[in-house]
């Protein structure tokens, strides 16, 4: 493995286990075995380096949540499959709010965010209402950012207090 892709892993797993803001280049280094100056020559910073990672994760969460979403089910069953994916990648979910909070002063992070939010949006409307890429389009984004709101809110719900966070049932309760 080449010292760039032993700095990608390395940056992986900090964030994962100490996100964006705490991980530090004594990090970096640790972990990958990767001098400190491979770091700015393959990436030109560790905010780069971190920031090429948290793309990386980013993805693989929206493929583990396009996947969810495209199996067959009612709202109850969809809802159950996704709260089982936010237990699963609970980790996955605190970079992603994290990656929020990044995105105040990262052009780049603002807008990996905001093109993982189009497709979320999309797909949420796909596997929710049923619409399409031939749905009007104004349809799909008011429908897909309500379940993106409700998503967001749920996995808030579940990273933060697992034991109080609602079941599929009680999520889809309207009582």
Known sequence: MSA?????????????????????????????????????????????????????????????????????????ALWGRIIESI????????VNFESVASARQDEEI?????????????SLARAFAGLGPESDPARVQAVGSHYYALLVGLAAQWITDPERAPSAAQFVSRS
């Open 4 to 76: 760039k892709d032993k700095l990608l892993t390395a940056a992986r797993g900090c964030l994962l286990t100490k996100g964006y803001a705490h991980t530090t280049v004594r990090d970096l280094v640790a972990a990958s075995g990767a001098n400190q100056a491979s770091i700015n020559y393959h990436f030109g910073s560790k905010e780069q380096l971190l920031t090429r990672a948290l793309r990386d994760l980013n993805a693989e969460w929206g493929e583990l949540l396009f996947a969810v979403l495209a199996e067959p089910g009612g709202e109850e």
């Open 87 to 94: 237990q699963a990648n609970r980790s996955l979910w605190f």
């Open 110 to 122: 603002r807008a990996m965010i905001a093109g993982g939010q189009e497709l979320a949006r999309a």
